[in-house]
């Protein structure tokens, strides 16, 4: 035992609230059971019948949070370093230690202790089991992370690898409710019903003892959305929300990023190795738009555009043009540079720089795959313009842009 201290306080704590349940129960309270169906895409539906012990806890918490006990261990987890990670759960859109530490972890163990003793008849050594495992999270090697968001506009076949830790898969049936009871309602509808319905793009990472900071997992997510659609021309969306956990317990639960959370219109795709090593390399690439404000813009009103109608979806793209390529020289310059990107012959630059005039949402994004691909923007324009000017153009160019 690392914190003999702490296991005292987390033991009354635990206590405390079980003799305020047993009250609720013998008062007329219910511990309540869910009748659960677990849809799986060709697969027959399966149904589970499981007491609510975890719903139970989590409706009365909040009357406890004022109890003198729950203080008692909230202050003796935040004197703790190795406790700072879980200060910092999102708990809504305010952050408040002393809240997210009770959310993350004092719930969590109540809810672990009352399932070990299968209600609220205490049984010290289910309470041992449970302070166990959060001391050996608190106070090991490091954290697991990870975060998982339901995928739409999507289908795979075997686990896709995005890079970074980050992939799509095939959802597990009842994954999500096993750890996420309230999961049901915050599915997009038919998940797990329909074969463009049945994925989750995950996040996963290690994360070094000490660590203060969980990932920026809807930035991460929102990355990954923005380069499947930029491989693969899907209508994909992720989320509403991602389900985040910490050393496989509940973290918390946030929303995506409004832009990769709303799925744009068009037909559902397959999302195949091929393009999957694209939408990596893509994925990597974004990270160069945080320090070229030119093809952040770019980016930006080609994905807006993606969700708007005529007039505004042309002059969007057109304004993506040329921040991608105009390079301060104007539209007709952003056009003859693209056409010379994605045009292999005379003939097809000349009909690629007609287009351009009136740039469609599949035409920028073949461009900018193809520019995100060169990995230097300047560098590109410069290449650009010695190819218009006459000189040989350079292999590689016409086969990034392909």
């Not at 007491?51 to 009365?60: H, I, Y």
């Not at 003793?117 to 106070?139: K, M, N, P, V």
């Not at 946030?254 to 393009?275: H, M, N, Q, S, W």
Request: aromatic share 8%; hydrophobic share 40%.
């Amino acid at each position: 035992m690392r914190a003999p201290h702490l296991h005292d306080t987390l033991r009354r704590f635990c206590l405390g609230a079980f003799a305020v349940f047993t009250r609720d129960l013998e008062d007329g309270g219910d511990l309540p059971f869910a009748f659960e169906e677990h849809g799986s895409y060709g697969r027959p539906t399966l149904y589970e019948y499981r007491p609510l012990v975890r719903g139970f806890v989590e409706t009365r918490a909040e009357r406890l949070y004022e109890r003198v006990d729950v203080q008692d261990a909230v202050t003796d987890l935040l004197r703790e370093p190795a406790a700072r990670i879980f200060a910092h759960a999102h708990e809504g859109e305010i952050r408040d230690e002393r809240r997210a530490v009770y959310r993350s972890v004092l719930v969590p163990l109540l809810v672990r202790t009352a399932e070990g003793c299968g209600g609220f008849d205490w049984e010290d050594s289910a309470f041992t089991r449970a302070y166990e495992e959060l001391e050996g999270s608190l106070f090991g090697e490091g954290h697991s992370y990870g975060a998982v968001a339901p995928l739409v506009g999507l289908s795979v076949g075997a686990q896709i690898e995005l890079g970074d830790g980050i992939r799509a898969r095939v959802a597990a049936t009842g994954e999500l409710a096993a750890m996420w009871p309230e999961a049901a309602g915050l599915l997009p509808r038919n998940f797990g019903r329909e074969p463009d319905r049945i994925c989750v793009l995950e996040l996963e990472r290690s994360l070094p003892g000490g660590t203060a900071e969980a990932p920026d997992a809807p930035g991460e997510l929102a990355d990954a959305v923005t380069a499947i659609r930029l491989s693969t021309s899907a209508p994909v969306a992720a989320g509403p929300v991602i389900f985040e956990r910490l050393d496989w317990r509940p973290y918390g639960i946030r929303p995506v990023l409004p832009i990769a959370a709303t799925a744009p219109p068009g037909e559902p795709t397959r999302l195949d190795p091929f393009r999957a090593s694209v939408a990596s390399d893509v994925r990597i690439r974004l990270g160069d738009a945080d320090d070229d404000a030119r093809l952040g813009d770019a980016l930006d009103r080609w994905e807006l555009s993606l969700f708007q109608s005529e007039p505004f979806r042309g002059e969007q793209l057109r304004h993506a043009l040329e921040s991608a390529l105009g390079e301060g020289d104007g539209a007709w310059a952003a056009a003859m540079r693209g056409a010379a990107l994605l045009g292999t012959t005379p003939h097809e630059r000349a009909d690629l720089a007609e287009k351009f005039r009136q740039p469609s949402c599949e035409l920028l994004r073949r461009l900018l795959v193809a520019v995100l691909l060169h990995g230097n923007r300047s560098g590109l324009i410069r290449e650009l313009d010695a190819t218009l000017l006459g000189n040989p153009a350079q292999a590689s160019l016409q086969q990034r842009a392909s």
